[in-house]
């Protein structure tokens, strides 16, 4: 039985032009709720630039990918947006009154007027291993992510990587799994140190196993897996395994953006320059995912973007009332709203 | 200003001109090459640009440091001497080096 959750709009994407569209919506009484792949905010910024450097925020000679995310979460405080991280969105489609249902991955489902698709450059999805002949086992045996831990009890278990996801789910399931082997490519793990002691230390009292090297071949039938072929650099071993977890880090996939009736082009979502909306009435695009003639994929195209197409999300949400434009300089009502008044 | 030659997974040759100071992958995108994604843009988060140095040519271009080696366990497929064209700087001694570029940078 899945929960359906009303509000005014869904943002599919919490990186930082989702973010800030918070602002400018909320600015106009507009809630929002925003949904990511990702188990945190900050989309691109947050997950491949977080210590590095951005200097071209305006008022902002040099902010990096993490700061940035901190300061517009900070910035949206006021308007309580309501966060679903680790969730994809499925399914967005047109109600008869003209409203929208988003459906998830969670199974969650909203209710809202308007849709704005703050993607970026796709969502975040796992990077498949180099290693031949994995479809087939993808799903059945190969996961690429842990939704039910009681799933892999018992089982002969094979964990590929050297960072924190392989470390976290290594000794999560230790203690559950029959056997469980962690392969990395080197003898270094990219890890938090604690996880690493644990990991190193479970290894010494011979609790689980650790192989320097690459998985090179998979046996199995019918999606099911038997065993794994483990190569080092002059050793090759055959382990056994009933699933083998591969954290081989992400990669920014379109994923089902592409479904839902809305015109693209070349995995990029045309808009209008005067609000950034879809070919479909109520869905708005912004951030890196739109494109329009002279679009710039800079963070502070995205911010215009968002104050924009706000206005026109306006009237969808409150198609009796009038907007007056105020600036939060001098007007007490919008700074009442930022709790500065 | 020094000379990069890209070999595609097809064999197809592209023979560029680099800038002193432009890394690798930069010389690849301004050339439109086939086989580099350069997803996070040269920041050494994503392991998308690699190419696979010439054998001639390894011991010149060198060994990865640290933080590229961590991001090599993302790579696609790796080779003894494969780089990440983002983090390899173009100078006069690598005038003439010679890459080759994967089918599939795993996205």
Redesign the interface.
Known sequence: MSETIKTDVVIIGAGPCGLFAVFELGLLDIKAHLIDILDKVGG?CAE??PE?PIYDIPGIPMVTGHGLTEALMEQIKPFHPNFHLGEMVLKVEKLADASFRVTTDRDKTFECKCVVIAAG?GSFQP??P?IAGIEPYEAKSVHYAVRKMEAFRGKNLLVV???DSALDWTLNLQPIAKRLTLV???D?F?GAPDSVNKMRALVASGDMDLKIG?VTALEGDNGQLVAATVKGKDTSDRIECDAMLPF??L???LGPVAEWGIKMEDELIPVDTAAFETNIPGIFAIGDINTYPGKLKLILSGFHEGALMSQKIYHYVYPDKRLVFQYTTSSTNLQKKLGVA | MPKITFIEHDGTKHEVEADIGSTVMEAALKNDIGGIVAECGGGCTCATCLVHVDDAWSEIVGPPSSEEDQMLDAAFELKPTSRLSCQIKVTESLDGLIVHTPSYQGR
Do not use: A, I, S
């Open positions: 691109q491949l630039y590095k450059g990077k498949r180099p990587g050297g960072g990395h490519r080197r270094e990219r690459q081989f880090g990669t920014m996939k």
